[in-house]
């Protein structure tokens, strides 16, 4: 006998906390078995034994904070020295060892790859090579919400596979390498994770090397445990690839008003203004997971507010049966759709509003970009207000730093932040999105020229990914030949501000002494009255109709 202890392995290189010990002293274990569970901020992961046989003593506790290396548990293993030594003496003179010992004849053949129900056999020089989530900027769990290729497809690399939407964005998964499509792993409505399985591909040759196939795990001795993934519910797989299932341990009992979750998910509770004590968990052994907050919160906005009366909170508007007055057709709503509408509900019900208007000459700058239409056309891009509207408002904000500043959470810091990036609202077929332009400040018009036209396409072919739509600390919403005169834009919170343009239009404007043609920007401010008051919002319109009435200055 020979003890042996198991370590944490690679996790990432951050501590994470012991949430859940899944084994005693005494316990039998297994090659694979998971021991305890870790917690992150962003997530939760069972570390797996790298030995077999018996535990002698459990070193990690719930509620320790452990790293790369820190020792989980001490096993007494079957194997020793003596045990080693003797099997060398029994080796037969001339006679292979590994030959003799390491494959029974009564071995059967490796299995073919794939999962029940299993794909087509993959035909000589061909390698099936499974494809998974990329890094989509996220460590939640985002939406299936279309396949684009189907089992016999024929794709070359970079060929969109599935289209996967979050809370922000749409985006779609291309192949990484040339094949034709031997199965589909995935179901409209899934949720995936970065790392999940989505299809198989039969690629010509030698495929890159992204995992073993059966027959080699089974012909090679075990590898060390690989660093533990998030916890998003495992794919499943076929033959000896699947681990062996944890020892089953109750659900933990609550007592004193305690609850059974991770730091991450107290933390969005805390953010949420969430009882814990409310909320049923779906996770393993009855623990709370992100998943029960976000439903918990969505029932609770769905539910039929109580009477104003009651000081509860709003009164809902009643429900109408328009089918009663005449043909209707119901339409389910984009994800993304739904999203904007709640966190614009949100913003407007937090944040105290003012809008402020004004008129800006732009005039000279039209006739300006104009003159520029044959160099734009020179260097492939085209040249439309927006540029010099992010322009401006970059300088503006320099000027008046506090519009892109934010409130601490506890409401007692204000936060100013050393650089500028801006949101650009886009509206799409599937719903409004705000794209991030980052350091419009250190960009010249023509970069940004070609920088507001890429982000726009990529928004309404839904190819944006969740960083393209974080970090921006002022928003910027035009309405452009749609726009109207006006209109009032709502703050989005935790920003502080937002500009809204409207359409420009040729009107009469008195000089001193006669009535001239000019054209007018309509424009309008709106800002967090916690944060900027009259006198700062009106400091801000002075600033920027300066800058854009009279270009020259931006470069001063």
């Known amino acids: 006998m020979a003890i042996e202890q198991v370590s ?23 090659l694979e078995q998971p021991l305890i569970v870790l917690e992150s901020d962003k997530a939760s992961m069972e570390i797996p034994s790298t030995a077999a046989g018996t535990i002698t003593e459990v070193l990690a506790q719930v509620g320790d ?8 548990i001490a096993v007494e293993t079957e194997a020793s020295e003596g045990q080693a030594e003797a099997a060398v003496e029994n080796t037969p003179v001339g006679g292979d060892a590994a030959s003799e010992t390491s494959v029974p004849e009564t071995q059967p053949p490796a299995p073919e790859q794939g999962a029940s129900p299993p794909p087509a056999p993959a035909a000589a020089g061909t390698t099936s090579v499974p494809v998974m989530v990329p890094d989509i900027g996220t460590d939640e769990a985002v939406e299936l919400i279309e396949i684009v290729a189907a089992v016999g497809d024929t794709v070359a690399e970079g060929d969109s596979l599935v289209v996967l939407e979050s809370d922000k964005a749409s985006m779609e998964v291309p192949s990484p390498l040339a094949g034709k499509v031997q199965e589909i792993s995935v179901s409209v409505g899934d949720e995936v994770r970065q790392g999940d399985q989505i299809a198989r591909l039969l690629a010509d040759g030698e495929a890159p090397p992204i995992e073993a196939s059966t027959s080699d795990a089974e012909a090679s001795e075990p590898a060390p445990a690989p660093a533990p993934a998030p916890a998003p519910a495992p794919v499943a797989t076929s033959g000896d690839d699947a681990p062996e299932p944890a020892k089953a341990v109750p659900p933990p009992v609550a007592s004193d008003g305690e609850v059974y979750a991770g730091p991450a998910v107290r933390k969005l509770a805390r953010e949420f203004g969430i009882d814990l004590s409310q909320v049923s968990g779906s996770g393993p052994r009855g623990r709370i997971v992100k998943e029960d907050l976000h439903r918990f919160a969505q029932k609770a906005l769905s539910a039929p507010a109580a009477a104003a009366s009651s000081g509860s909170g709003i009164p809902s ?3 109408v049966d328009f089918g009663a007055y005449g043909p209707i057709e119901a339409v389910e709503r984009s994800r993304i759709d739904k999203v ?10 937090n944040v105290p509003h003012v809008t402020q208007f004004d008129d800006v000459d732009i005039t000279e700058l039209e006739d300006f970009r104009k003159s520029l239409k044959a160099e734009a056309e020179k ?7 927006m540029p010099f509207i992010l322009k401006a408002v970059a300088q503006t ?25 801006i949101g650009m609202a886009v509206d799409t077929p599937a719903g409004l999105v705000v794209p991030v332009l980052r350091d419009v400040d250190q960009k010249s018009i023509w970069q940004l020229s070609e920088e507001v036209l890429d982000l726009a396409a990529r928004a309404r072919d839904r190819k944006l990914t969740p960083a393209d739509m974080q970090g921006a600390c002022f928003s910027v919403s035009s309405l452009g030949n749609i726009g109207g005169r006006g209109f009032t834009p709502i703050v989005n919170a935790p920003e502080v501000g937002i500009l809204g343009i409207s359409r420009a239009a040729v009107q009469p404007v008195w000089s001193g002494s006669e009535f001239i043609p000019r054209t007018l920007l309509p424009i309008a401010l709106s800002y967090d009255h916690r944060v900027i008051n009259g006198g700062d919002g009106g400091r801000f319109l002075a600033d920027f109709t300066a800058y854009l009435g009279d270009i020259r200055r931006l470069v001063l």
């Open 340 to 349: 904007t509408a709640a966190n614009m509900q949100r913003s407007w019900l």
């Open 65 to 72: 904070q452990l790293a790369e290396g820190a020792a989980v």
């Open 317 to 319: 508007i009643p429900e």
């Open 397 to 421: 904000l320099r000027d008046n730093a506090k519009f892109a500043a934010s409130l601490s959470a506890d409401g007692e810091q204000l936060v100013y932040k050393k650089y500028c990036h």
């Open 379 to 385: 260097r492939g891009t085209r040249l439309t207000p």
């Open 8 to 30: 944490v392995p690679d996790i990432g290189g951050a501590e994470a906390e012991v949430i859940e010990v899944l084994v005693a002293p005494g316990d039998e274990v297994t």
